[in-house]
């Protein structure tokens, strides 16, 4: 760790003749090309031009800097100025991020899901004052896209997940979420995935396409499952006192900016999305698509309608007030 910490501090040395010049350190939880990687480094390009060269975005991609968890530790204590944090993981330390996890809370209409996740007041309110508590602010979330199940076999209905065993993120209403269906869980980090399915560890896995591209799972599953229960959703988020202590000037350009990100990450997301299903299937001709009907959901949905009920006991009224504005806000449009 003292290793890791002194190399860190380089970039800030580096730059320290300049004392305008400010280096704002931005975790990544994927590698590059991801997603969140296309989000940095559009950041960083906007930042950077909006300020003349006087605040530097410096982005660490997965692995430089350890898994979600170290990024989000890293963020509390100030070592990092900004991190992505994805709710499957971060909702084990804050559970109103949970709230996303809940199977088949999202409307139909991604445009929308998107305005919800960037604007709603109530997400803001108990979600960032859960975050504060931490020493963290939350600055925004965003879609990464649909979850997609990854699996060593066929599964269209509950029973087909009897003796098998699927690898999670580790919040506890996604682990429980898969028990209600039948599955083994095996909570494991990002970068254990692959091994894991390879070696039969775990019989499936689920995350957004892009990422079954890029981590390369779809070489040790045979089966792409398009289930409907839920999206991959991340925040980002930003050590509370640093933001304190920003100048009005780029308290502002960060807000503006982070505003006006959405729209732009909402579009590449989803076209990353697809040009990799195309890769996918270009490179494994013989993977297999299922698409659940949605007589096929909704035996899985009958199976978690207990999943509310336990966000709710593990949040209290902050959960109340959150669960039910995100209901009203995703099913005012279909
Ligand atoms: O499955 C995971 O753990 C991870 N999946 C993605 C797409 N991003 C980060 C996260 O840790």
Same mark, same amino acid.
């Given at each position: 760790?003292?290793?890791?910490?002194?190399?860190?501090?380089?970039?800030?040395?580096?730059?320290?003749?300049?004392?305008?010049?400010?280096?704002? @350190?931005?975790?990544? =939880? #994927?590698?590059?090309?991801?997603? *969140?990687?296309?989000?940095?480094?559009?950041?960083?390009?906007?930042?950077?031009?909006?300020? +003349?060269? @006087?605040?530097?975005?410096?982005?660490?991609?997965?692995?430089?800097?350890? #898994?979600?968890?170290?990024?989000?530790?890293?963020?509390?204590?100030?070592?990092? *100025?900004?991190?992505?944090?994805?709710?499957? $993981?971060?909702?084990?330390?804050?559970? /109103?991020? +949970?709230?996303?996890?809940? %199977?088949?809370?999202?409307?139909?209409?991604?445009?929308?899901?998107?305005?919800? !996740?960037?604007?709603? %007041?109530?997400?803001?309110? =108990?979600?960032?004052?859960?975050?504060?508590?931490?020493?963290?602010?939350?600055?925004?979330?965003? !879609?990464?896209?649909?979850?997609?199940?990854?699996?060593?076999?066929?599964? @269209?209905?509950?029973?087909?997940?009897?003796?098998?065993?699927? @690898?999670?993120?580790?919040? %506890?209403?996604?682990?429980?979420?898969?028990?209600?269906?039948?599955? #083994?869980?095996?909570?494991?980090?990002?970068? *254990?995935?692959?091994?894991?399915? +390879?070696?039969?560890?775990?019989?499936?896995?689920?995350?957004?396409?892009?990422?079954?591209? =890029?981590?390369?799972?779809?070489?040790?599953?045979?089966?792409?499952?398009?289930?409907?229960?839920?999206?991959?959703?991340?925040?980002? $988020?930003?050590? /509370?006192?640093?933001?304190?202590?920003?100048?009005? =000037?780029?308290? *502002?350009?960060?807000?503006?900016?982070?505003?006006?990100?959405?729209?732009?990450?909402?579009? &590449? /997301?989803?076209?990353?999305?697809?040009?990799?299903?195309?890769?996918?299937?270009?490179?494994? %001709?013989?993977?297999?698509?299922?698409?659940?009907?949605?007589?096929?959901?909704?035996?899985?949905?009958? !199976?978690?309608?207990?999943?509310?009920? /336990?966000?709710? +006991?593990?949040?209290?009224?902050?959960?109340? &007030?959150? !669960?039910?504005?995100?209901?009203?806000?995703?099913?005012?449009?279909?």
């Amino acid at each position: 760790m003292i290793y890791l910490l002194s190399a860190f501090y380089l970039p800030f040395v580096a730059h320290a003749e300049n004392a305008k010049t400010e280096v704002w @350190r931005f975790g990544l =939880e #994927e590698i590059e090309g991801s997603v *969140q990687d296309i989000y940095a480094q559009e950041f960083k390009k906007r930042i950077e031009e909006k300020t +003349q060269g @006087r605040v530097l975005v410096d982005i660490y991609s997965y692995g430089m800097l350890g #898994e979600s968890e170290d990024l989000t530790t890293l963020t509390s204590i100030g070592t990092l *100025q900004l991190t992505h944090a994805s709710v499957g $993981i971060i909702g084990s330390l804050i559970p /109103q991020m +949970q709230v996303f996890n809940i %199977p088949y809370l999202f409307s139909a209409n991604d445009a929308h899901n998107q305005s919800v !996740l960037s604007e709603n %007041p109530a997400i803001y309110t =108990e979600i960032g004052n859960a975050l504060i508590d931490q020493n963290m602010r939350l600055l925004t979330l965003y !879609l990464e896209g649909d979850m997609v199940w990854t699996t060593n076999k066929a599964i @269209r209905r509950p029973g087909d997940f009897d003796d098998f065993r699927m @690898r999670v993120m580790n919040s %506890p209403l996604v682990v429980e979420t898969f028990q209600q269906y039948g599955a #083994e869980t095996i909570p494991l980090p990002y970068s *254990q995935v692959y091994g894991a399915l +390879q070696a039969h560890i775990v019989d499936g896995q689920s995350n957004p396409i892009f990422a079954i591209e =890029e981590m390369k799972f779809y070489e040790v599953t045979d089966y792409l499952i398009w289930a409907g229960q839920s999206k991959f959703v991340t925040s980002v $988020i930003a050590n /509370q006192p640093w933001y304190l202590t920003l100048s009005n =000037e780029n308290k *502002q350009v960060l807000n503006d900016t982070i505003k006006e990100m959405s729209n732009f990450i909402f579009k &590449r /997301q989803s076209d990353l999305n697809k040009s990799r299903l195309k890769m996918i299937q270009e490179t494994k %001709p013989d993977v297999i698509l299922i698409r659940l009907s949605n007589h096929q959901k909704n035996a899985f949905r009958k !199976l978690v309608q207990p999943i509310k009920a /336990q966000f709710l +006991q593990q949040t209290g009224s902050q959960g109340e &007030r959150l !669960l039910s504005a995100l209901e009203k806000a995703f099913a005012s449009k279909k």
